[in-house]
């Protein structure tokens, strides 16, 4: 798979099609970007489950936080992982154990191998993105910071991603 | 992104919606611009409010600290200048631009990213006269020093660079005198300082020369000019590559380190490719204000909606109005890249193979006296200081822009006693030709 590029069609696909995302280096600092992301992205109607072993037992945005995937009781969809890329590599081996079907590495985050092993194990890998920002730009959201979000349309609502689209033009309007 | 008009044709029809497939004429038409959600409205609605509706305490707070997107404030954001803003990143192949009140405003908000007090940049010294004006004076009372050099050896920008430098900013086709700026050499020369180039693309627009692709990093727009295209607003635009990266160094502190005025957090960490954007609105428009009017926007995003066609015209009468006086008896040079005699020519088929745009300037046999006659002379082309109008402009600098400078200054600017500036418009070629011709018989 070529990913240095991704077609839209395929994220939307991912982002509509999960409900469950397992943030692993979720943070409980409110100005950190994992914070951001997860705010936003609980906001759209997902459930975000903090994955940090710092925090483990606590609550951040109202969810328990585990100490690594392996304890999370309930099923994931996707996991997103919010470390470097080195750290990248054992975390989606974990993800592969639990059997998530999407492994999603933020921004700044590669690694090839590993994406090697997932594609092998039969996830879908999407590396050096954010999901706040696609979910943003494929719902015009983007866009109202004057961002290139690549998509045009004569429709009057878009075909919109995600679960609930509280804030996207596609729901609040109607 | 595709800048030619044949290539949309050669990509196999799918519904593949990715943006490479469109072409420049069908972005600058449709990029950012969806029929209005509520409404259906097809051309995009002059969202005339000041500010926008919280949903709730929480959505505010989210706002406010940048953790969703959304409305808060039209000095920020308001959603018929967000229309403008994504056509431009869209039609310079960049990832985000910021619109503002003028082309001097654009560079305002640039610069102000960058350069803390103490700060320097390399600049070309042929630029527009007011950004010349802009980088002396009030640059330097904010700390911000320029270092201008000789544009035509992009050697001249590595020999001025010094440890303090944060920027080299040029114009790729410059006002006024159909001078082209080698960029690619100036890019590289910028990314091994490990700093950005700044270009600013106003004269030549993104229909004739795409900055990115030659290794720009930032594009600055005076919309005011062939953009809007009619003369009738004033704006401006700063568009990111989001190639650049700002933690390479340590030069970039308000992009790479924790921002205190947001709570300590970090644009480059938070926004990635897009963080200079978000910086440039929420720190640069909100703290320094110049923002655009939702009604020039709107003229402005209908003037780029035939952007395409304008410059190809612009393109063709130059071209026949720069051959005509070259052969007039009483024009002694035209300075257009257009024409085999330009020094210029080579770079203008390198970097803008659609023709290198349509102003120019021309020397006067009869000199000083001879530019004041022809500018009144003129009964159809219009003697006022803009350019990038529909309508031919004319202007004799040393008597009217560029009568505070000493002879000696005017020529170093190319602005000599008997340089005439022409901005040519799309009327028939032969009418303005007629007209210059007989504006040439008094001078
Ligand atoms: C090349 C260029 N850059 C910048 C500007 C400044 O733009 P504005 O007048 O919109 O502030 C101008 C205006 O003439 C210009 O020609």
Redesign the pocket.
Known sequence: MDHDHYSDALLRKILNDTKTIAMVGASANWNRPSFFAMKYLQSKGYRVIPVNPREAGTKILGETAYANLKDIPDKVDMVDIFRNSKAAGPITDEAIEIGAPVIWMQLGVRNEDAAKRAEEAGATVIMNRCPKIEYGRLNAELSWSGINSGVISSKRTRKASGPMRRGGFSSRRH | MSSTPEQPDEQPPGDDDDFEVYGFETLAIHAGAAPDPTTGARTTPIYATASYVFDDVDHAASLYNLQTFGFIYSRLTNPTVSVLEERLAALENGRGAVACG????AQLLAFSTLLQAGDEFVAARNL?G??INQFSYVFKNFGWNCHFVDPTDPENFRKALTPKCKAIFC?NLA?PGGIIVDIEKVAEIAHEAGIPLIV?N??ATPYLCNPFDWGADLITH?L??YLCGHGNS???AVIESGKFDWAQNDKFPALSQPTESYHGMTFYETFGDFGFTMHARAVGLRDLGPTLSPFNAFLIITGIETLGLRMERHVQNAQAVAEFLEKHPKVDWVSYAGLKSSEFYDLAQKYMPKGPGGLFTIGLKGGYDAGVRMVEACELCSHLA??GDTRTLILHPASTTHRQLTEEQQRASGSGPEVIRLSIGLETASDIIRDLDQALSAA
Do not use: Q
């Not at chain 2, 003028?102 to 405003?105: I, L, P, Q």
């Open positions: 003028s082309g001097h405003a527009y007011g950004s114009e006002n600013d106003t004269i005076s005011t000019k004033l704006g401006g803009n350019v």
